[in-house]
Structures are given as structure tokens and as C-alpha cells.
């Protein structure tokens, strides 16, 4: 999605990974005590409160059909380390080095603007912009929203940088698209990122166009010139208004907390991303900072584009295309949805087999349940090439492991369920501390054979 591209990261469709699978597990709960009464000392907190998390948000967003937005994960990790300031080491430098840069270090943190959100008593009705040109040492930050936000935008921190393993190229059909450096292997980090500008939910829903506008062209004169310059190089996709259509065509949402915290975050960095149904990538905004991560989710040859998926991969190609066309404009031509007719009927009843599937094994009242079911998912997804999307397959098959009397399976799909939570919603995600612990222990888990007492 570089300049010329058509391909933008926006409103993104809600994580299919658990969201059916877990809605059936609640509604099986009072079913599940009884079975479990005897056994269970409580519900499994983590691995519960991150599915109630889930569908909570979702009820609480009321996706439109036409444009589905990406939940934020369930819970929001620690603050990450301001750059420089990191006690863990990274981005530190030895009591050598620093004597050594001294007082060029010195001088150079003399012209840097303070860490410090101001008002600017510009505002549209209770909306105001809020600037901080001193924010991660200097590459600046600004968002329009209300005052009561101001603390939580005080407890947003930089993002730790990590060493570019990629380079802007051309692409064919695309535009600039992100090409690998080197060989990345599955779980490399390739970008983190805290949002450039920060605008409310309810500011853009409610204030007319006519008061947006100067509000916006506003706000984006408080970005220092390095960081204005990046903000404006990206692609608008709608027209009008230039500032509106880049938020447009590459925010993300993302949630400060509380009733009031639904915004847009804008990550100039991450625009660069181009679209692929079947992605190398996949992207998470948690953390105290609202960082932005992007990972590898497959091994990644260097020259090979790094790619993310702006929609829904378990959709079929038609609906797929439909969204891509509505939201952006193009008609997806990536290698998924440029198979000949038959492979995309069969792809088409995969993923419809897929949801099947994940049904019948999210309702622990289901029969039929077997290995060779869990061997089919497994499969499903291996076939369909899914791999920025498999941490809730993988977990569903490690419980239903469990449930089965295979302590030996249940284990190996809890590590990999883990690995997979990690890399598509974070280390600080409920599920990846309950994969954890059934990893640890499977007889002692809350499910071990659950239907086989059945």
C-alpha cells in the first residue's frame, strides 16, 4: 500500500479465531459444572475472561456489515519501556559509549521538545485537539478527543524500535510494498509502532464534516516535519477531504479503556503494508502504549513481500472481494483469490467446512467427536494456508484433546496454541497463560476428559 497502491490496513474484520468457538463455550458453562463439579475448583479465569472480553467487545462495537472493526485484544499489556530509557537493555548503551557521545548526547537532548501533552484550545463541540511534539524523544504525537482522555493519553508510551529487516520497493499491481531483507523465521517481529495521530470514535461519527475538517487540517500541523511528512505520504482511497481520507483508508481502532475510549489510530509506518488474503503477517495493537506489532507467522525468504490481511481470511473469495471492492476499491488479486474456479470452490468449502467443524467441537454438548476430527481441523487450516489465523484452531483442538483422555496431544497443541496466541494477540493475552498451564498440566486441567465422562 505504498503511494501508488490501492491495498490499505482499515477497519479490519473481528478476529475469527475464538469468537465462535468460545461464545458456544459459554453458552455451555452451566452444563460444563455440572459435569465438572467435582473436579473443578473454579472456571478457568484466564482462558474465560478473555472469551467473555471478547464477545463483550464485540456486542459493545456493533459491526455494520459492510465494515467490521478489528475488537481490540482483551486485555492491554504493561507500558513498554520509553526508548532509551529501557532497564531491560535494550536501546541501552554502555557507561563507555555514553562518555564517549557525551556531550553531543547532551546537546542533542537540550533541542528536544519535553515529553508533555498541551491543549491547544482548538475544538469542535467537546472534541479538542492535544499535542506532544516531544513524544518518543521527539518523533511527536497528536489527538483530537476529550479532555477526560488527556490522563490516559499521559500513560501512552513509545514503542521499542527493533531493527528494520525489510526495504520499500516497488511491486507489481500494488505500488510500494515491503520486501523482506532477510530470511525471517515465524515469531520475528518486523515493525512496532505507537499511533502518529489519535482521533476519537465519537468525533468522527458525530461532528459534520464542515467542523471536522479545519479541525483535522488543524492537528496535523502540531506533527513535527519528519513525522507531518510520513502522515501525508500516505494513500487516500476515497477523495475529498485529504487529511480525512488518509485516517480513512489506514486508522485502526483502537480502545483507551472505559466508555470514552474507542479511537483511530494512525501508523504511518505500518501503511506500507500491502494486502493478502492468506498473509506472511499478522498485526495486534495492545500494549500500555497502544503499539501496534506486526509478525511473521510463516518463514519469510528475503525478496519476499511481507504482507498483512486488511479482511476477513475465513470468508469466501466472493465476500472477500465484495469487502476489498466497497472498503478500498480494488479487487483483491492476490494468489489465494487468483486460483483458477475449482480450487476456489474448494477453498470455499473448506473454510465453510472449517466453521462446521469449529461448531460442533465449541459445544461440549456435540457428539461425534473424535481424534480424527481434531486431525481434519488441523488439516482445514494447514490446506487453506492459514497460518495468521490458527491460534484459536489450535486451541480448541488442545482442549478437545484434553477433553478426549490424550494427555500427549493435548500438550502438543497447547504449546502450539500458545505460540500461535503470542504471535496473533500478545504475550500478555488470557488464552496464552491458559495454554500455558494446560501445557503443564492436562490431568489437573478443569476439561481432562470431560467427554469421556460423558
Given at each position: ?23 458456544a ?10 459435569i ?41 499489556a ?38 508533555k ?40 508510551e ?6 528494520a ?13 515491503m ?37 483535522l487540517d ?24 485529504r ?6 483508508t ?6 483507551l ?6 479511537h ?6 505500518v501503511s ?20 501496534h ?46 486460483l483458477?474456479?475449482?480450487?476456489v ?29 481434531l ?15 490458527v ?13 478426549l ?50
Amino acid at each position: 500500500m505504498g503511494h501508488e497502491t490501492r491495498n490499505s490496513p482499515t477497519y479490519l474484520d473481528l478476529d475469527h479465531n475464538l469468537n465462535i468457538i468460545l461464545s458456544a463455550m459459554l453458552r455451555s458453562l452451566e452444563y460444563l459444572a455440572e459435569i465438572f463439579k467435582s473436579t473443578m475448583r473454579l472456571s478457568h479465569p484466564l482462558l474465560l475472561a478473555s472469551c467473555a472480553s471478547a464477545i463483550q467487545h464485540r456486542a459493545l462495537l456493533k459491526p455494520a456489515d459492510s465494515c467490521l472493526w478489528r475488537p481490540p485484544p482483551p486485555r492491554l499489556a504493561c507500558a513498554i519501556d520509553e526508548w532509551g530509557d529501557n532497564p531491560s537493555g535494550a536501546n541501552t548503551t554502555t557507561a563507555f559509549q555514553k562518555k564517549a557521545s557525551g556531550r553531543s548526547q547532551q546537546r542533542t537532548h537540550e533541542t528536544l521538545p519535553p515529553s508533555k501533552w498541551e491543549a491547544t484550545h482548538h475544538c469542535a463541540g467537546p472534541y479538542c485537539i492535544f499535542t506532544n511534539p516531544g513524544f518518543a524523544h521527539g518523533r511527536g504525537m497528536v489527538a483530537i478527543t476529550t479532555s477526560p482522555t488527556l490522563p490516559k493519553l499521559r500513560a501512552i508510551e513509545p514503542s521499542r524500535p527493533v531493527p528494520a529487516s525489510y526495504h520499500l520497493s516497488l511491486v507489481p499491481g500494488k505500488g510500494l510494498g515491503m520486501i523482506a531483507n532477510q530470511t525471517l523465521s515465524r515469531g520475528a517481529v518486523v515493525t512496532t509502532e505507537s499511533p502518529a495521530v489519535l482521533i476519537h470514535r465519537g468525533f468522527l461519527e458525530t461532528i459534520p464534516a464542515a467542523e471536522q475538517h479545519p479541525l483535522l487540517d488543524q492537528a496535523i500541523t502540531h506533527l513535527p516535519p519528519p513525522l507531518r511528512a510520513a502522515f501525508l505520504a500516505q494513500m487516500g482511497h476515497f477523495g475529498g477531504h485529504r487529511v480525512a481520507d488518509i485516517l480513512a483508508t489506514n486508522s485502526f481502532q483502537m480502545d483507551l479503556g472505559g466508555a470514552d475510549g474507542h479511537h483511530y489510530g494512525n501508523f504511518p509506518a505500518v501503511s506500507r503494508f500491502n494486502h493478502d488474503c492468506r498473509p506472511n503477517v499478522a498485526f495486534r495493537v495492545a500494549g500500555g502504549g497502544l503499539v501496534h506489532t506486526t509478525t511473521v507467522v510463516r518463514d519469510v525468504a528475503p525478496g519476499e513481500e511481507l504482507a498483512i490481511s486488511y479482511l476477513d481470511s475465513f470468508e469466501s473469495r466472493e465476500r472477500r472481494r465484495q469487502r476489498a471492492k466497497m472498503a478500498w476499491g480494488f479487487e483483491c488479486a492476490c494468489s489465494q483469490c487468483s486460483l483458477g474456479e475449482e480450487a476456489v470452490r474448494r477453498s470455499d468449502a473448506r473454510l465453510e467446512e472449517i466453521r462446521r467443524v469449529e461448531g460442533v467441537l465449541g459445544d461440549f454438548q456435540s457428539t461425534g467427536v473424535d481424534a480424527a476430527l481434531l486431525r481434519k481441523l488441523v488439516k482445514l487450516y494447514r490446506d487453506e494456508r492459514l497460518d495468521a489465523g490458527v491460534a484459536g484452531a489450535y486451541t480448541l483442538v488442545a482442549l478437545s484433546y484434553n477433553m478426549l483422555g490424550d494427555a500427549r496431544l493435548a500438550v502438543k497443541y497447547a504449546k502450539l496454541a500458545r505460540e500461535a496466541v503470542i504471535i496473533e494477540r500478545g504475550p500478555e493475552a488470557g488464552d496464552a497463560e491458559a495454554m500455558r498451564e494446560l501445557a503443564e498440566a492436562p490431568k489437573e486441567h478443569f476439561t481432562w476428559k470431560a467427554r469421556v465422562q460423558r
